[in-house]
């Protein structure tokens, strides 16, 4: 386990290189490798990417994320201007399918819904939602629901596993059941474990999948 004045230091230096960040206030705490991010930000986007920056750091074990979002008074939008953004950001994204995503906002919380095929489609209709001013929560409740009658393949998951440079000399076991993939074992960073949930989600007939993958650092 790293010094938590270190890990500290380095989630507060990541959070400061990314450029839309290093003048947000952002306040980082650590202790035993759970990092708490706080503070106040004026994007739903820039909440994200500190969360995001945190979890790149080596020894971050989980992020407790408690960034409020904040507009300046030049931001003055209502719920139905946020919602009609939306829907015309996704006219204009071949990823989102418009017509499938049904769209609820609340005192500028988004609340996504509906059913897509591709769980590519789901992120799309999200990272949409993210750069829109006036946003300060997404909910992403799209449900997967592949149209594809093959039969969901334990081996065709573990081999595109293998494939990728980036999951090399990790633990990764694959339990299927029906079209849903269980991701199991261990991985020595989190962009592993994202990465390794990314890959199963590519295989046709997946519904779900459970990333029950734990990130263990080498300290050596």
């Not at 994320?65 to 209502?78: A, C, D, L, P, R």
């Not at 750069?131 to 093959?150: A, E, F, H, P, R």
């Not at 090399?168 to 261990?186: M, R």
Request: charged share 30%; no cysteine.
């Amino acid at each position: 386990m790293r010094d938590s004045e270190e890990l500290q230091r380095d989630v507060q230096n990541a959070i400061k290189w990314e450029p839309l960040l290093k003048a947000a206030e952002i306040g980082v705490t650590a202790k035993d490798g759970v990092v708490t991010l706080s503070g106040t930000v004026d994007s739903f986007f820039k909440k994200e990417e500190a969360e995001e920056a945190a979890k790149s750091v080596f020894g971050v074990k989980a992020v407790v994320e408690k960034i409020q979002v904040h507009f300046g008074n030049s931001i003055q939008k209502n719920d139905n201007d946020i919602a009609t953004e939306i829907i015309n950001a996704y006219r204009l994204n071949w990823e989102v399918p418009t017509d499938l995503v049904k769209v609820r906002v609340e005192n500028g919380w988004v609340t996504l819904e509906g059913e897509l095929e591709w769980n590519y489609q789901k992120d799309a209709a999200k990272r949409v939602v993210r750069y829109l001013d006036g946003v300060i929560g997404v909910s992403n409740n799209i449900t997967i629901q592949s149209k594809s009658k093959d039969i969901l393949e334990k081996s065709s998951i573990e081999n595109a596993l293998e494939r990728n440079a980036s999951l090399e000399d990790n633990d990764i076991n694959v339990d299927v059941n029906g079209n849903k993939v269980t991701l199991k074992g261990t991985v020595s960073s989190w962009h592993q474990k994202d990465e390794a949930e990314r890959v199963a989600w590519n295989a046709i007939g997946v519904a779900n999948v459970n990333n029950e993958l734990e990130v263990e650092y080498d300290f050596a």
